[in-house]
Nanobody, 116 residues
Framework: QVQLVESGGGLVQTGGSLRLSCSVS????????MGWYRQAPGNQRELVAT???????NYADSVKGRFTISRDNAKNTVYLQMNSLKPEDTAVYYC??????????WGRGTQVTVSS
């Protein structure tokens, strides 16, 4: 079992930056893929970015060039650096872990609000 705790959300103005952190504990050696997702009010949860155990990354088109996902294995932490934030980036951001056998774990989320 894997536990995920997000932090780093907050209120920022348009064009500002935030860095989200996802602290991972539990059976970390079972994890094959880490990701950040987000859900705005009235919308479905959507993929933001993923990173594999070999640090290959993938991004949603809407955040390419602005967001960067990374990992620090020594700290068991995954980050999401968000630059040039827009009001449409406002959402609850969730961390997700997928194990080698497909089991999925979610964090409880952190709110990001971008004011115009």
């Amino acid at each position: 079992q894997v536990q995920l705790v997000e932090s780093g959300g907050g209120l920022v103005q348009t064009g500002g930056s935030l860095r989200l952190s996802c602290s991972v504990s539990g059976n970390i050696f079972s994890i094959n893929l880490m990701g950040w997702y987000r859900q705005a009010p009235g919308n479905q949860r959507e993929l933001v970015a993923t990173i594999t155990s070999s640090s290959s990354t993938n991004y949603a088109d809407s955040v390419k060039g602005r967001f960067t996902i990374s990992r620090d294995n020594a700290k068991n932490t995954v980050y999401l650096q968000m630059n040039s934030l827009k009001p449409e980036d406002t959402a609850v951001y969730y961390c997700r872990a997928t194990s080698r056998w497909g089991a999925v774990s979610w964090g409880r989320g952190t709110q990001v609000t971008v004011s115009s």
